[in-house]
């Protein structure tokens, strides 16, 4: 179980077309805090099937490492480097050493300033978090484009007090009061047709918007889109549509469903016909010895972490279907990855 306890931290499926000899286009799409074994093609009973079907006509990988924490991820997968190379060696805070610093350091090349110098037009629509004061910004790093947020997501209904709302390289000001839930506040944004704006459909959203522009100038130059989505991160916010799917799922149990994604996982090759289960968490409760209510109480949480999945595949959808309808897929190389485990 050694390697599979390294791969619980990420997942990668590809899907290419060689049909097209000339600069394909790259999307790189990734998940956020996703756990290994969460999508369909990974031995999930939660619904993917875009994602299935990437994985089942390109390349699905059982092993992929990361650096486990969301910013080093980050750096290393923006860099080519490892970490502490690129001057991100923890969660961007100042420990006054060159490897744990507060953004990427001036000594790396990110991925967009190595592809505009090929001749790409690099966009980004989500999660930067390698750099959160503006010098470090990614229109300062390479990306011609850039939408929504320089770290984690505060609300997926709105924007959280403290968290900045860049547009195109600018921190926007959202109109509206601000709300105060617990300790934190927060204001809701709407779309412009006045129904509710949500982090993932906005991030795809900006993301086609940012190619159907450039398109409108350039009918031959490839572009790179660097498509990072919050979800499934914490905080756990999903439609009711999306949820109701999924409630009700859960009530089996964690003991129940790990045995359930074993089996699944073995049948669809990913993990030796031999392998086990290892022990559960001691610091966790045996399911048949919870309350009902407490039970109930896990299967929304759940239920909710899975509909912010089906909604990151619903979005990947519209995202592959718009493609298609560009008469780009088949010369698009489409990756996907997750930048830790859940």
């Not at 590809?14 to 000339?22: E, G, I, R, T």
């Not at 900006?206 to 979800?231: C, G, N, V, W």
């Not at 929304?300 to 999945?309: F, G, Q, T």
């Not at 990151?312 to 897929?329: A, C, K, P, S, V």
Request: hydrophobic content about 35%; some cysteine; proline content about 4%.
């Amino acid at each position: 179980m050694k390697n599979i306890h390294t791969a619980l931290f990420s997942l990668s499926s590809v899907a290419l077309s060689a049909a097209n000899p000339s600069q394909p286009n790259i999307i790189l799409i990734l998940a956020d805090d996703m756990g290994y074994s969460d999508l369909g093609c990974y031995g999930s009973e939660i619904k993917t099937p875009h994602l299935d079907s990437l994985a089942a006509t390109g390349l699905r990988f059982s092993q992929f490492y990361n650096a486990g924490r969301s910013c080093p991820s980050r750096s290393a997968l923006l860099t080519g480097l490892y970490p502490h190379q690129a001057g991100v060696g923890d969660m961007l805070q100042d420990d006054g050493l060159p490897a744990y610093g507060t953004h990427l350091n001036m000594q790396c090349v990110t991925l967009a300033e190595m592809l505009k110098s090929a001749n790409y037009h690099t966009i980004m629509s989500g999660k930067w978090h390698v750099g959160s004061e503006e010098a470090y910004w990614p229109q300062k790093r390479g990306f011609d484009d850039h939408y929504y947020s320089n770290t984690t997501t505060g609300h997926y209904f709105g924007v959280a007090e403290g968290r900045k709302y860049i547009v195109d390289g600018k921190d926007t000001d959202v109109p509206g009061e601000w709300i105060l839930s617990g300790t934190s506040k927060y204001k809701l944004l709407k779309n412009e047709d006045g129904s509710q704006w949500y982090a993932t459909d906005a991030i795809t959203n900006h993301a086609m918007d940012y190619i159907k522009k450039f398109r409108e100038t350039d009918q031959s130059k490839p572009y790179f889109l660097y498509l990072a989505y919050t979800a499934p991160h914490w905080p756990l916010h999903a439609f009711e549509e999306d949820i109701a799917k999924y409630q009700g799922t859960y009530l089996a149990g964690w003991d129940s469903l790990r045995v359930q994604r074993l089996n699944k996982m073995i049948q669809l090759g990913l993990l030796d016909e031999k392998s086990i289960l290892t022990g559960r968490n001691e610091l966790v409760s045996a399911w048949e010895t919870l309350p009902d209510t407490t039970k109930v109480y896990y299967d929304r949480l759940m239920s909710v972490y899975a509909a912010m999945i089906d909604r990151m595949d619903q979005n990947i959808g519209r995202l592959l279907n718009f493609i298609r309808e560009t008469n780009e897929i088949d010369n698009t190389v489409i990756i996907f990855l997750s930048d830790n485990g859940g």
